[in-house]
């Protein structure tokens, strides 16, 4: 399974961004998918995770009411819906996949994408 992240780029604070990740090598209805990301220094962290069926998901506290997590499995996508940035929001972002139900842990993901960088400018 190969997941390929894409999205991030420069926005200033308080704009929006919409992150993609496309998953290949198996079809993305077979697996829950999540958003993690890692700033500089920092540990990786939880961000979003959607069931295989879009039915749940799973935001992070601190993030709930301005990120949300989509899927389109006739893309084999997943999206990171993320508003009113801050700069506390630049990090690399990494997609994963999983087998398990909803998981809100690294260690809970057996696929991970590259990442893609997202930088939020005062």
């Known amino acids: 399974v190969q997941l390929q992240a894409s999205g991030g780029g420069l926005v200033q604070a308080g704009g929006s961004l919409r992150l993609s990740c496309t998953v290949s090598?198996?079809?993305?209805?077979?697996?829950?998918l999540g958003w993690f990301r890692q700033a500089p220094g920092k540990e990786r962290e939880f961000v979003a995770v959607?069931?295989?069926?879009?039915?749940?998901?799973t935001v992070a506290a601190s993030l709930k009411g301005r990120f949300t997590i989509a899927r389109d499995d006739a893309k084999n996508t997943v999206y990171l819906e993320m508003n009113s940035l801050n700069t506390q929001d630049t990090a690399v972002y990494y997609c994963?996949?999983?087998?398990?139900?909803?998981?809100?842990?690294?260690?809970?993901?057996?696929?991970w994408g590259q990442g893609t960088l997202v930088t939020v400018s005062s």
């Open positions: 994963a996949a999983t087998a398990l139900f909803l998981p809100t842990t690294v260690a809970g993901y057996s696929y």
């Open positions: 959607i069931s295989s069926n879009g039915s749940r998901q």
């Open positions: 090598g198996r079809t993305s209805s077979n697996f829950d």
